[in-house]
């Protein structure tokens, strides 16, 4: 597997199965704009295939905040430590920042806990129309 911290060689053909059961997912091609928008990626590369099998982002100001928006591995190379090397890579790259953010399904709290994250509350706001990216006509 090979790990990239930028986008050099990454198309958005490169970029098909994600955001799996999303009812209206966002297509590859924006897919790569919001990785391009990220203030920070790793990405995981299968070396054979050279498909993106995993990515990570972060959204910070460089200062004091950041935010982990995705974090996602393609369900063929889940269970095989891509997304735990996908946010040790990323806690990394974070490593000045005094706090870092991120929400989760309960499910995934003992993943993020294991690199010493606290359970915290937040507040979303989810408009479902524009999980595309695309505004719907």
Same mark, same amino acid.
């Given at each position: 597997? =090979? $790990?990239? $911290?930028?986008?050099?060689?990454? @198309?958005?053909?490169?970029?098909?199965?994600?955001? +799996?059961?999303?009812?209206?997912p966002p297509?590859? =091609?924006?897919?790569?704009?919001?990785?391009?928008?990220? #203030? &920070?990626? +790793?990405?995981?590369?299968?070396? =054979?295939? &050279? =498909?993106? +099998?995993?990515?990570?982002?972060?959204?910070?100001?460089? +200062?004091l905040s950041? $935010?982990?928006?995705?974090?996602?591995?393609?369900?063929?190379?889940?269970?095989?430590?891509?997304?735990?090397?996908?946010? &040790?890579?990323?806690?990394?790259?974070?490593?000045?920042?005094?706090?870092? /953010?991120?929400?989760? /399904? /309960? /499910?995934?709290?003992?993943? $993020?806990?294991?690199?010493?994250?606290?359970?915290?509350?937040?507040?979303?706001?989810? #408009?479902? &129309?524009?999980? @595309?990216?695309?505004? #719907?006509?």
């Amino acid at each position: 597997m =090979q $790990y990239k $911290y930028n986008l050099d060689d990454i @198309s958005s053909d490169m970029l098909r199965g994600f955001f +799996v059961d999303w009812p209206n997912p966002p297509s590859p =091609q924006t897919h790569l704009k919001l990785l391009e928008n990220s #203030n &920070k990626v +790793v990405i995981a590369v299968d070396e =054979q295939s &050279k =498909q993106v +099998v995993g990515f990570i982002t972060a959204i910070s100001d460089g +200062v004091l905040s950041a $935010y982990i928006p995705f974090l996602e591995v393609l369900p063929a190379h889940k269970n095989r430590g891509i997304g735990k090397e996908l946010i &040790k890579r990323m806690l990394e790259e974070l490593s000045n920042i005094y706090m870092i /953010d991120l929400c989760c /399904d /309960d /499910d995934l709290i003992p993943l $993020y806990k294991k690199f010493g994250m606290i359970r915290s509350n937040g507040m979303l706001l989810r #408009n479902y &129309k524009m999980q @595309s990216g695309i505004p #719907n006509e």
